[in-house]
């Protein structure tokens, strides 16, 4: 009789300890999902975001595109709800950002052509599959001489957009079109990069941003102190290219385009403190219209916090692209045929490296 009751109690309390067991099991947590890769689908859809914000935000100069990611990281928030941190490579197209061009339609500058190169981090949300920008911060910045005059000896540089000759040029080309059109009066809004040849002839190429007035050519010849821009709700923003030929002859041309009224686009006036109307780039001598003047908001990357490694918007990550290196070249032995996957950031390449 006793050997049985204990038998009986043996038993319940074996069944006690699996059931007190079970839920242990169940709520083991799920592996956490893989990091993004830099060339993921996700990855890229998330830069196309950043990078429209990016050239939709910025007040000047050109329009940039998406070259390479350099790196990502995802700070999982709840449910369907993620921040994302983005590090960019950028390079400046032709088209200007007042330029109604689609971006996929703009060139890239080519590397003959003096390219500008922007370094960009972007804090962003994902919340229930839609991405938005909560953050930018960005650098740019023209290649360096020597690396233009490696690969076209002969090709021109860009020249400091406060340069005498280069104002001259800017002057004397809107001037010649004010002089001949039989539309609007155009006013000259910004100075977009300039390029100065010395050999075999001494060349000043110029590309600038114009508005148009609420006076006709003909009417700003009697009174051009009188003429403004048109206000936002009927603005109409051109682009000039200008070349003076200064030696071994003189010559000047230009062509001026207006893009017509574009609803919504408005140009970011310069404040009084800039002499001449000019914007900061230029006043301060510079070749090339600096993002940084656009987006400089230090949320945009998490330097500080372990969430996401620091790097310095001036130069590459030496150690990113050090660590990919060795993950390609590795010297475990591998078996025959195999081939070892690429590192998940930095992304590819899509256009050339600076």
């Known amino acids: 009789m006793c050997s049985c009751k204990v038998c ?38 998330a830069a196309e975001v950043a990078v429209s914000y990016i050239n939709g935000h910025s007040h000047h100069g050109y329009k940039f595109a998406l070259n390479r990611i350099e ?15 983005l590090e960019l490579d950028l390079l400046e197209t032709k088209c200007h950002i007042l330029d109604p061009t689609p971006l996929a339609n703009c060139t890239i500058r080519s590397l003959a052509e003096h390219a500008v190169e922007g370094d960009c981090d972007v ?7 839609k991405f938005s920008v909560l953050a930018s911060k960005c650098h740019s910045h023209a290649d360096s ?14 020249e400091s957009l406060n340069n005498t000759e280069v104002l001259a040029t800017v002057t004397a080309a809107l001037s010649g079109h004010n002089s001949r059109t039989t539309g609007a009066h155009l006013r000259l809004l910004e100075i977009g990069r300039a390029t ?4 075999p002839a001494h060349i000043v190429s110029v590309e600038f941003a114009v508005g148009a007035t609420n006076c006709s050519a003909a009417a700003a010849q009697d009174n051009v102190a009188a003429c403004q821009l048109l206000p936002d709700d009927q603005s109409d923003y051109g682009f000039c290219k200008a070349t003076r030929v200064i030696q071994p002859s003189q010559d000047l041309s230009v062509d001026c385009q207006l893009y017509g009224h574009q609803p919504g686009v408005t140009y970011f006036q310069p404040g009084q403190g800039t002499s001449a ?25 998490e330097s500080s916090s372990s969430e996401f490694p620091s ?8 150690a990113k692209r050090a660590v990919a290196e060795v993950a390609q070249h590795d010297k475990v032995p591998r078996p025959v045929g195999f081939v070892p996957p690429p590192p998940p950031c930095p992304g590819k390449i899509r256009y050339f490296d600076i």
Not at 145 to 157: A, F, I, N, Y
Not at 196 to 199: G, V
């Open 8 to 45: 009986g109690a043996m038993k319940a309390l074996v069944a006690l300890i699996l059931l007190v067991q079970l839920p242990i099991h169940k709520a083991a947590p799920a592996a956490p999902p893989a990091p993004l890769g830099c060339d993921d689908p996700e990855s890229e859809a």
């Open 71 to 85: 790196n990502i990281r995802t700070v999982p928030q709840g449910p369907n709800n993620d921040i994302i941190f």
């Open 123 to 129: 804090k962003l949300q994902k919340l229930a599959g």
């Open 145 to 158: 001489s020597e690396d233009v005059q490696r690969l076209c000896p002969d090709c021109p540089l860009l």
């Open 196 to 199: 100065i040849q010395y050999a």
């Open 277 to 301: 109307g000019l914007v900061p780039s230029v006043v301060q001598g510079f070749t090339n219209h600096n993002l940084r003047l656009s987006h400089n908001n230090p949320v945009a990357s």
């Open 311 to 318: 790097s310095a918007l001036s130069a590459k990550s030496v």
